[in-house]
């Protein structure tokens, strides 16, 4: 089947109208007219080449939100109508320890990309949401529970969402907890929300003080505003848990010293240049760690969809025609957007 979508022949050519091809539901795959593709600040790595390893034609997207078309006669938890997503991935080796135990995204043999990951269908690699169409095995499709006029919003937490809640779970965030969240962007602005609507005491820190008041109607208790030293001395060894969703390199000492004996710093962002090296005394003397958290697996992401679902939640969102997607990359890149850019997938009709 061929459909219409928007993507990039080398790095230093724009998105433009492609035609690629969607194959047929096979017996396990369902087959989604996508709706909404959220904007990602990894599809602008990934097309451009700031990530290696890009496979041309590029088309990126993987925060999508569409129906359910066609399915597979293997098919058992979806049919044709329903409201669905797809996220970061499509496929995993489903054999490892990883995958047995509902960690894809972890998947020791590599997971398979929603875009530009190897798959067997022509060109070789997968084609994203950037599309009018998409076809993915049941086992990486989700279900979406939110009200039709939430759909644009909802995109988004098909990567921004569940990169955020796997790490406050995995980290028993929840009442009792003082947590802080570094960053008020397409990330952070999604841990903020979740880490309160988990019940925890949530701190925002942003290096503009215009963003105060954004970060309390988010939900933040407090804002620290991470430029002034004495608000952040006044919180020294105070947080349980630090969610770090800054992706340019910075003074990591900054936050851990702000944990309590036992506490972890998480960071989901990964930069262009690497951080300075941390104060390995910082962390000896508090028992204190840093880590890591890649998106989630299905399951965890279903749990958070349906997290956001039962709390009223979702992403707060710009919704953008596809043909506007080079202007959206250029202010993604100055910060100029609360919090994501969402595609109205209906434009491509035009492209």
């Not at 088309?59 to 409201?83: L, M, Q, S, W, Y």
């Not at 957007?337 to 434009?347: E, L, Q, T």
Request: aromatic share 6%; hydrophobic share 40%.
């Amino acid at each position: 089947m061929i459909v219409k979508a928007y993507g990039a022949h080398a790095a230093d050519k724009p998105l433009e109208p492609i035609d690629i091809e969607r194959r047929p539901a096979g017996e396990h795959d369902v087959q989604i007219a996508i709706a909404y593709c959220g904007v990602c600040h990894s599809d602008l790595h990934q097309v451009r080449s700031e990530w290696s390893g890009t496979l041309y034609p590029c088309v990126p997207g993987h925060e999508i939100v569409g129906h359910v078309t066609a399915v597979g006669n293997g098919v058992t938890r979806f049919k044709v109508g329903d409201t669905v997503g797809v996220g970061c991935m499509v496929d995993s080796c489903q054999h490892c320890s990883a995958c047995d135990e509902g960690l894809e995204q972890y998947c020791e043999n590599g997971f398979v990309g929603t875009y530009n990951g190897p798959t067997p269908d022509a060109p070789g690699h997968t084609f994203g949401g950037y599309s009018q169409s998409i076809t993915v095995s049941e086992k990486f499709v989700l279900k979406i529970n939110h009200p039709a006029d939430q759909l644009a919003a909802v995109a988004p937490l098909l990567c921004a969402g569940i990169t955020t809640y796997s790490p406050l779970r995995h980290w028993n965030v929840g009442p009792g907890k003082k947590v802080g969240i570094v960053g008020i962007g397409g990330l952070g602005h999604m841990g903020v929300k979740l880490a309160h609507a988990m019940g925890a005491h949530v701190v925002a820190f942003t290096t503009s003080e215009s963003k105060r008041q954004d970060a309390l109607d988010l939900g933040a208790d407090e804002v620290i505003i991470s430029r002034d030293p004495d608000q952040m001395a006044a919180h020294g060894g105070s947080f349980d848990f630090i969610l770090n969703t800054v992706a340019a390199s910075h003074d990591l000492d900054a936050f851990t010293t702000l944990l309590k004996r036992d506490g972890t710093m998480c960071l989901v962002g990964v930069p262009e240049h690497p951080h300075p090296s941390p104060s390995v005394g910082v962390l000896i003397f508090g028992r204190k760690s840093i880590a890591g958290s890649l998106i989630g697996g299905i399951a965890e992401t279903q749990e958070m969809l349906d997290f956001c679902a039962e709390k009223g939640i979702t992403a707060d969102i710009e919704m953008i025609a596809m043909q506007d997607i080079e202007t959206a990359y250029d202010r993604m890149q100055k910060s100029d957007v609360k919090y994501r850019f969402v595609i109205d997938s209906a434009s491509l009709a035009a492209a």
